[in-house]
């Protein structure tokens, strides 16, 4: 972590690598057994805790610290003013009991307390206390290298101490993760439970620091995964577990379904034992926020709706006026949504078009009708997904702790104000006003890509990663300038660092950077993908190569 000095609210850095990046090749260590997970003891504070103390400070030593201490299940390390944890693809006892006892516990001198995300979060919380103001944690690293689980551990250790209030707002947050993974999460090559949405949690505490509100927002949800997925991707969770289910119970001709490789939404590869556990999982946590068992099967109803959607294909025999190949599909679908198969087949093969008081028809071409199959499905599912997240902040709305002047006292420790947040977000972070309400974010994005071909959602996602990335070099490194210069090290101020502010302007900049011209093109009837890419090399400042 790193204190902003510039600013009225310090910011916080973690970042995250998978193995690979240190190791060379994708390295997963086996999962230690029972035995050697009884007789793990959480490390202790190491002399090379903090990899910016070693005398030759280079890439090559960094990495080979990194490595060492990663062989010998140090996960957690500092290099100067930022945390790095490794993943270890493992399952290691260092989130018991007794280690959340020693991440509160105070330690002479502070460098010689271990390293741990518990321990930083906690750091960063009793500093907001005596700053009275907000702090910012922010969080980055690509896909699968942990940044999900950290945050369930972050939220983990602020419900903990939370516990002595009056709400059951705490035990609240934890009941809604898996009914978020559930429906937003997928697993991907890279990584079996990939966040594949934006999940933004913020937490406010009352004066005296007791959780008071929670609120959830989401972004970015990649519905293109419904019907385009890579090689070894698949779908979203739900999916899969409510097959097994449905095929545990004997329900798949009820519903019209028969094996997953038949079904273009449900193919991909599914754990039956995760999946029907997860989906036990799943309905317990829906009931327990209030859905009703008419409502859950309405949820079963648009999901099955949507796997038979997806498996309409259509016969162009005609180019002029594409037909529906097999009308089994269509009829199904219509089932489930409860609505007049005529009335999906003309919305999929058609449009009608209002012209001075008269309806035009116009019939699409084949692509269009595969647009207008895939968009539909699209379309219900973000519905379907803004819809749980809306009844999942109804619950957390409910019993709310009062900000009142009680007796109670906050705990010595509790839990950081942790936040990595859209760009704008971040800035309001940094420049907010003394006085306001603390809270604390958490946001959750699927991490950075470099896909054969990336899809608009993760363009979208690369391009917030890069927004990130410009904020954690610009708070960073400005930071450290400052404290050269309030030690008097003025012939340092002149200090060059990496920046990707190119990047960024490339994409994000108005009017000619990359997303601004995307837009107005969009706008345009005759636009195609060549005319766009030939805008964008004409007018960007870099152009595409």
Known sequence: HTQNTHTTQPTHFLVYSRPALLVGGVHRPAAMDTQTQAAYTPPVARFDDDLATLADLTEARLQEGLKTRFESNYIYTNVGDVLVAVNP????????????????????????????????????????????????????????????????????????????TNSN????????????????????????????????????????????????QHYLLEKSRLTQRGPGDCNFHVFYAMFEDLQADNQLDAHHLTSMENHEILKGNSDREVHAHQWRELLTALASIGFSIDEVDDIIAVLV???????????????????????????????FFKVSSGGVSEGLLSLDIFSRGEVVKRNFQLEECIDSRDGLAKALYSRLFSWVIEKCNSFLAENQVADTADERQPRASRASRLSTLSWTSLQCAASGTPGQQATLGLLDIFGFENFESNGLEQLCINIANELLQSFFNGTLFVAEMQ??????????LSLD?????????????????????????????????????????????????
Request: charged share 20%; with cysteine; proline share 6%.
């Open 89 to 164: 693809f493992q399952a290691l006892q260092v989130y018991t009991p007794d280690w959340h006892a020693k991440c509160l516990e105070p330690v002479v001198p502070p460098q010689a307390a271990p390293t741990h995300i518990w321990r930083l979060t906690n750091k960063v919380y009793e500093q907001m206390l005596v700053d009275k103001a907000p702090h910012c944690v922010v969080i980055s690293g690509e896909s699968g290298s942990g940044k999900t689980e950290s945050n369930k551990h972050i939220l983990r250790f602020v419900v903990e101490l939370c516990r002595a």
């Open 169 to 216: 707002l705490e035990s609240r947050l934890l009941l809604i993760n898996p009914i978020l993974e559930a429906f937003g999460n997928a697993a991907t090559v890279m990584n079996h439970n990939s966040s594949r949405f934006g999940r933004f949690l913020e937490l406010s505490f009352c004066e005296n620091g007791w959780l008071q509100h929670a609120q959830l």
């Open 305 to 335: 709706g949507i796997i038979h959607l997806g498996d309409i294909q259509f016969d162009a025999t005609n180019p002029e006026q594409p037909v529906i190949r097999d009308t089994a599909s269509l009829n199904y679908a219509s089932e």
């Open 483 to 492: 404290e050269y210069e309030a030690e008097g090290a003025t012939d340092t």
């Open 497 to 545: 660092y990496p920046d990707n502010d190119n990047i960024v302007k490339f994409f994000v900049s108005k009017p000619k950077g990359f997303l601004a011209l995307l837009d107005e093109e969009s706008r345009f009837p005759g636009a195609t993908d060549l005319s766009f890419l030939n805008k964008a090399k004409t007018e960007s400042a870099g152009g595409l190569g």
